[in-house]
């Protein structure tokens, strides 16, 4: 198994405008993705892979001159690997509304001539998937063999299944929930406002007085990663494990090594990920609720669907539980679609599905060896 | 069953020095407390009540011309309650540090002659053990019928039972942990960085600044509040209810309702909690550990037991989860001491320790009635 190697993000632009589901519109905007892998000669063994919130298109190998730079999902994704790139052809997109090169807060509004900041429109997983498909169709690609993704990216993968059933072999969705639960928006919220009440905030428009919101993004992170570790991970990895072997007796400096830990990741988050962004991805994640326009039906919801499906969840995540794939998996039983549905007993919680865990590697190198089969 | 009716706080000063945990010392302090139900002649019907982050002496009863200020375990202490005023003579302590009445950094340091703020020194529920000793000292109480407490205040009434073993007949420990866990630690954590980075907060020493920290109160205690409930209250009391029935695709206005009752509790809290107080609480929650001098062996810890032990936890509190008091019942009857305990079937979450669930009010009726006949 190896890696893909050195790789560089593409770019597409876009100048037909895209009108949101909030109403507002994108007169033009651009798409940065990376691909993997060759496109076979019938176009036929493309596979996307979605992102959750702070990840993007670079998904797997790494940029030249860059340590550490492997994609967040290299792991699964490389020559022999369990999503095989001799045989798929692998495509990363950043969605709009992101920070990491496509169209977002952060990129140039084309009507005032400034950055977006605050003014970008809020995105839905349906705006992102329908911008999918237009750099799918830009790339002559009329069916993928599968789409992928976990937490956010799967919610994706599940509205390809529903709104672009004939554009779509296989659904393949991880660690994710067929919307977010009054707690899963709860904490989204607090994150939100900790963001929103930082002074150096402004309103979302912080880069046109030269600063950042790091004090809010921070405690954002801080709350955001509690919820991706298990309990009995930060237990086992933690504990009570001090400092230093005495006691400080102070509240402002660290005592406990988690504290120090989630510092560290607060810190590092606020320096590279952008507010208004983290503000836009939590209120797509909020949004995102197939069985809405059903009456709450999630099964009626399904009945659109017709790829093949596999669900995957890790007994210890508590943010999207594995009773909320089974929901989903159910929903698509009432429908008899085809479905497969593996809880991976993982301690690692949320996180599990970005790590590399045998089980559930083992797992999907055998969907995608039955994928692979039948494209040929 | 009755109210105790209109009820004063009553306050104590000691001059006597008193060293902390931390090392530093109070010159000289004072303890606001109330009292309900008649000392008897033997002066053996004395039961503590013990406060939790953001409770006080104001256990029972209401304020003349006040509306609504029921005390705050109202629900269980009264005549013919749970907890009978007709037969125990009840106590609650603001505890050093709190912010209602009692020394802690809203009130005056001596040395100074100004508002202590961030110069309150750090206590721990040692501490706050040593001050209610003190003043039950005062009030010619050598022994307590019993010490009953929740979350914070069963850490109180263990820690009774450990260094205070000859001066309490019953421990009633509720909803509470032999210490927190890393998760535990990690909410408080952020709650903290809240606070402390909030602009406002000057150093803890905001009052000379004529302003609160308000902005990290309000996502403090709405990270708090998340954890007080559990996932299937939140979801069956708001799930996906939208404010409006038309979505607005806003990231900083209302979309949910738990997002408006989120920011409701946030919004309330800050302007009547100070934000050192819960700096304070916060770490003492912390700090606590008895088994930390035991080489982590909590059964070694309470060796030193020898009163009878009631505890209860509640199946769905995610923050001080039944698997925490399990652990205080294996180490009691590791050292054969005399412990009921009960897992009470409650939807509620950590906050049904003070809400009026009949099995749990059942349970505690009785264990009172055995500690009054104890009594005769």
């Known amino acids: 198994m190896g890696s893909v ?60 001159g860059a340590d550490r730079s492997e994609g967040w999902w290299d792991n699964l994704v490389g020559p022999g690997k369990p999503l095989d790139t001799d045989r798929f052809f692998v495509i990363g997109v950043n ?40 750099l799918l169709d830009a790339l002559g690609i009329a069916r993928l063999a599968a789409v992928i993704g976990g937490s956010l990216g799967g919610m994706q993968a599940l509205d390809w299944s529903l709104r672009y059933a004939d554009r779509i072999g296989h659904c393949i969705a991880i660690a994710t ?33 030269d600063t950042l919101p790091r004090r809010g993004l ?10 991706y570790l298990s309990n009995n991970a930060m237990e086992s990895r933690f504990g009570r494990e001090l400092k230093s072997e005495v006691l400080g007796y102070t509240t402002q400096d660290i005592e406990f090594q988690i504290e120090g830990y989630l510092r560290h990741q607060g810190d590092k988050f606020s320096e590279y990920f952008d507010a208004n962004t983290y503000l836009l991805i939590t209120r797509a994640l909020d949004y995102f609720d197939p069985a809405r326009g059903h ?11 017709t790829c093949k499906f596999q669900l995957v969840s890790f007994t210890t995540d508590w943010r999207f539980a594995p009773a909320r794939s089974r929901e989903i998996v159910k ?18 919680g949320h996180d599990a599905f970005l790590l590399d865990d045998a089980r559930y590697h083992a797992l999907l190198r055998a969907r995608f060896e039955r994928i692979a089969e039948e494209l040929t």
């Open 95 to 134: 969605n709009i509304g992101s920070c990491f090169g496509s169209t977002g807060p952060t990129t140039t509004n084309p009507r005032t001539g400034r950055v977006y900041g605050a003014d970008f429109p809020v995105v839905t997983v349906e705006d992102w998937v329908d911008s999918q498909v237009r």
């Open 218 to 227: 921070r405690v954002a992170r801080m709350i955001g990663h509690i919820t």
């Open 5 to 64: 190697g050195l790789v560089s993000p593409q770019s597409m632009h876009f100048a037909q405008p895209m009108r949101l589901r909030s109403g507002a519109q994108l007169d033009d905007y651009t798409l940065v993705y990376e691909t993997y892998g060759t496109l076979n000669a019938e176009r036929s063994n493309a596979v996307l892979v979605c992102h959750a919130l702070n990840a993007s298109h670079h998904v797997a190998g790494v940029y030249g």
């Open 295 to 305: 009456g709450g039906d999630l099964a009626r919801a399904f009945a659109a669907a």
């Open 177 to 209: 929930a067929p919307n977010l639960s009054a707690q899963n928006i709860a904490f989204n919220e607090v994150a939100r406002r900790a963001i929103v009440t930082d002074p150096d905030f402004h309103g979302g428009h912080y880069r046109e007085h």
């Open 331 to 348: 929903a698509l039983l009432d429908n008899r679609i085809d479905v497969s549905y593996a809880e991976i007993d993982a301690p690692h």
